[in-house]
């Protein structure tokens, strides 16, 4: 039996745990408007796209907390990656009336958080980003890869 454990926004979890469970009677989907500490079972995938830059207060913090869930693999794709700048804080805009906090990482600082903590690099894939970024009202862009990972825990 397989069951799935989502992550989202408050009101998203609400209105899809509603749908899910109410209206399809569905008991194996839930959705959660936060990282728990502990699952009720051993987690074997956690897949992220595009979405680990939208979520913590400091770099890392989420990503630290589904580390700690300790899944067998952990997959991160269609995010935005620098490899020359230091993990920072940006926002991204909608157009430009319509922000939202953004963390563009580094990509050897994910990998060797990671490592540290047990993981081990068995895919990446890269593409070079066709967003403009910009630092320091500096141009960026041509540092920004749109990068998918998998790590696989080393037990």
Known sequence: EISYTLIDLPLVAF???QY???ELGDKNISVMDSIPFSLPNDVD???ARSSIQYFGNYPGDHLQKLVDIRPKYIGIFES???KQDQTHLTTQRFPTE???PYWVYNQDRIIDFMKE???KKIHHEEKQGVHPFQLAGQDRTSDRYLIDFIFERMD
């Open 15 to 17: 209105n899809s745990n």
């Open 20 to 22: 899910w469970r109410k």
């Open 45 to 47: 995938i956690v897949y």
């Open 80 to 82: 935005y990656f620098s």
């Open 98 to 100: 319509y922000m939202i």
């Open 117 to 119: 903590n047990g993981y």
